[in-house]
């Protein structure tokens, strides 16, 4: 059983930065594929970023390519989403998830375990 903690959420001005943490535990990290998901308020999740465990491939949606980097320290189990030149329409509660697979396509099914996830607001 994988139990992911997400911090580093708040409010933010638009043109701003925030990092986002997830710590995990109750399995071995280096061998998980992590990622970054977000649900802003009447719509669906979508995927944010990931990184892989093998050969550490990240992937970015559209819309935060060139503005957030997700990394990993597989020494304190952890995974970053750093996020840079905020935008209101970034508001949303952004969720850490695990998947076994050294692959991803971004979809939610491929993530086995998800945290409570953490609030971002970017104000205008």
């Known amino acids: 059983q994988v139990h992911l903690v997400e911090s580093g959420g708040g409010l933010v001005q638009a043109g701003g930065s925030l990092t986002l943490s997830c710590e995990a535990s109750?399995?071995?990290?280096?061998?998980?594929?992590m990622g970054w998901f977000r649900q802003a308020p009447g719509k669906e999740r979508e995927f944010v970023a990931a990184?892989?465990?093998?050969?550490?491939?990240?992937y970015y949606s559209g819309s935060v390519k060139g503005r957030f980097t997700i990394s990993r320290d597989n020494a304190k189990a952890t995974v970053y989403l750093q996020m840079n030149s905020l935008r209101p329409e970034d508001t949303a509660t952004y969720y850490c998830?695990?998947?076994?697979?050294?692959?991803?396509?971004?979809?939610?099914?491929?993530?086995?375990?998800w945290g409570q996830g953490t609030q971002v607001t970017i104000s205008s």
């Open positions: 109750g399995r071995t990290f280096s061998s998980s594929t």
């Open positions: 998830a695990q998947s076994n697979s050294d692959l991803t396509t971004g979809k939610e099914y491929e993530f086995a375990a």
């Open positions: 990184i892989t465990y093998g050969r550490i491939i990240t």
